[in-house]
């Protein structure tokens, strides 16, 4: 079993980017899909920003193959399209940027080879290094492994909070 977790923060635009020059390279397929309340919405041609400007939590898929689209909830989608790669789109808000992530998990060799070489372009695209804050009690932990773009790190420069998925700490960008 093939799996790959990437979390990492970038910009709505620097993600938007990276989507349509992979996709475009490798040939994907890209979907919109909003978990609350769930939506699909396939992609012809180019994402745009304006796209993603959707409330809710948006995530992104991409597949080899043609998706099926019969899907009334983010499981059923998934059991009906196996192998797809998820990016979960990490929004910039009053309180800061939210983290981003990469996800993939299959057995199927082909699928995985494909997102080895997506996985392999966003690494390309980020630095590693961060420090993960406590804010209630200042402790700090090492995060070498958490990615960002040079976006986000213009964001963090200019005073921007880089934030997890869930809970209160925050991230010291490591240059």
Do not use: C, W
Not at 6 to 30: D, K
Not at 55 to 78: C, E, H, W
Not at 87 to 100: A, C, D, M, V
């Amino acid at each position: 079993m093939k799996k790959i977790m990437i979390q990492f923060h970038a910009t709505l635009e620097e993600l938007v980017e990276y989507i349509n020059s992979i996709s475009s390279e490798l040939g994907l397929f890209v979907t919109v899909m909003v978990l609350r309340p769930f939506a699909l919405r396939e992609i012809d041609g180019k994402l745009s920003v304006e796209a993603l400007n959707i409330d809710g939590d948006v995530r992104i898929i991409l597949t080899a193959q043609k998706p099926s689209m019969d899907a009334s909830s983010p499981n059923i989608f998934y059991d009906l399209n196996s192998g797809t790669i998820g990016l979960h789109i990490g929004r910039l808000t009053e309180q800061g940027l939210k983290e981003s992530a990469l996800a993939f998990m299959s057995d199927d060799k082909e699928k995985a080879a494909i997102a080895n070489k997506v996985a392999l372009r966003l690494k390309k695209l980020t630095k590693a290094g961060a420090t993960v804050v406590n804010p209630v009690n200042g402790a700090e932990a090492n995060a070498r492994s958490h990615r960002y773009t040079s976006g986000a790190e213009a964001l963090y420069n200019e005073g921007i909070k880089i934030l997890p998925v869930a809970g209160n700490s925050f991230f010291k960008l490591i240059d």
